[in-house]
């Protein structure tokens, strides 16, 4: 019965999003409802108002003609027997779903980040409780949360060696070769959530096909006698295909600045740089497009790094330090002391330790000492400084 199809799709789309119980009957104009089920012929019709006849529906005629029907009604009783024909569920029952699977991830410690996802757990049952989605999780899909809850839990619960693979990290963790691919969106923006900023998974260690490369500024990239020049106003992007067809980059700026926050500092910086003196590349942990460009850039350009001050925010400039092979100075990096700043957690003072320990960083001992003696990330985040306030460099005046 394509037209019972039809009913159910538009009243779960008017009933799943809601998980208090319904107090009005849901109806429909019965002729549109069978247009919408493609049922054209008189025949067709005429054999779906015998069947919805012996139904436990309501069909309600027109007031003047009473041998026409005007409405097809879905009675509040009959709620429970629709659900069973197609195999649907209510809101509720899909929120308290969802709800257990958050739970039962909870009772699961996790070696490696145990406040972090925590954290992560936290937020979910207080969003999936209201109930609201948190991206990519969706309260009203309780399988798929569990499929990526266990999927992020096992990525981050174990150190990978840097340029894995990420066919290599699909089978490693048990699954078809191509898998990890095919979750890499769903899974890079559930590592932001438990990281709290930009995380690709090329920041574990994993190396993916399809890493992009976000810049503002002049950019030329050579192959042979060939150029293209590259001079958007605003926020360009490369492939790392194309950053590897290049033989060398060149550029007209004075120097590179990578921006950690590239939904709005980044951004920023970009539109603040009138002079178009400053080649701005967005970057966390530095992906594969990222070490392409400070591969093939000029070595003589200055390189700056404007991150946040937490310890992971340091932790990526001593990684941009250690895959360019190049003085990165650190730009309005400074610790910064505040009341309700949050606690440094296990992880951080990992880092912390091993960032101290590591002699690219003795520059910014005083910053990390700081930290490390507050006991607090303190202000760390970029956009705490506000918008830039001048139209070139340093743009903080």
Request: glycine content about 6%.
């Amino acid at each position: 019965m394509r037209w019972l199809k039809t009913l159910h799709d538009q009243w779960m789309t008017a009933r799943k999003r809601r998980v208090e119980a319904s107090l009005r009957a849901f109806r429909r104009d019965w002729e549109t409802l069978l247009d919408d089920a493609g049922l054209k012929s008189a025949e067709d019709r005429q054999a779906a108002h015998r069947e919805a006849e012996k139904l436990p529906l309501k069909l309600i005629p027109f007031r003047h003609k009473p041998r026409f029907i005007d409405k097809v009604e879905v009675p509040l009783e009959s709620e429970a027997w629709l659900h069973a024909q197609f195999g649907s569920q209510t809101g509720a029952e899909a929120q308290r779903a969802a709800l257990e699977v958050v739970e039962r991830f909870s009772m699961q410690k996790h070696a490696l980040l145990p406040e972090a996802w925590n954290g992560l757990l936290s937020r979910l049952k207080a969003e999936f409780g209201l109930p609201r989605t948190l991206e990519p999780f969706r309260w009203l899909e309780a399988d798929r949360v569990a499929e990526l809850l266990g999927l992020l839990f096992e990525l981050t619960s174990r150190e990978w060696p840097e340029g894995t693979l990420i066919r290599d990290a699909s089978t490693q963790l048990g699954f078809d070769s191509k898998y990890l691919e095919a979750q890499q969106s769903f899974i890079e923006r559930a590592l932001d959530l438990l990281w709290e900023r930009e995380m690709p998974l090329e920041s574990l260690g994993i190396q993916t096909s399809n890493s992009v490369l976000h810049f503002g500024g002049p950019l030329v990239l050579h192959a042979g006698d060939e150029a293209k020049v590259l001079d958007l106003r605003f926020e360009a992007s490369l492939s790392v295909a194309e950053l590897e067809r290049a033989t060398h980059l060149t550029t007209t700026a004075e120097r590179l600045l990578t921006v950690e926050n590239r939904k709005t500092t980044f951004l920023q910086l970009v539109r603040a740089d009138a002079a178009r003196s400053t080649l701005i590349v967005a970057t966390s942990f530095p992906t594969q497009a990222v070490r392409l460009l400070l591969q093939k850039l000029p070595r003589e350009l200055p390189h700056h790094h404007f991150g946040d001050t937490d310890a992971a925010g340091w932790d990526i400039l001593r990684r941009l330090r250690e895959v360019s092979g190049r003085a990165v100075r650190p730009f309005q990096m400074r610790w910064r002391s505040k009341a309700d700043a949050l606690p440094l957690t296990q992880r951080d003072r990992q880092i912390l330790t091993r960032l101290l320990s590591d002699p690219s960083m003795a520059g910014s001992y005083a910053e990390l000492h700081a930290m490390h003696e507050a006991g607090t990330k303190g202000d760390f985040e970029q956009e705490s400084l506000g918008r830039p306030n001048l139209e070139q460099w340093p743009f903080y005046g």
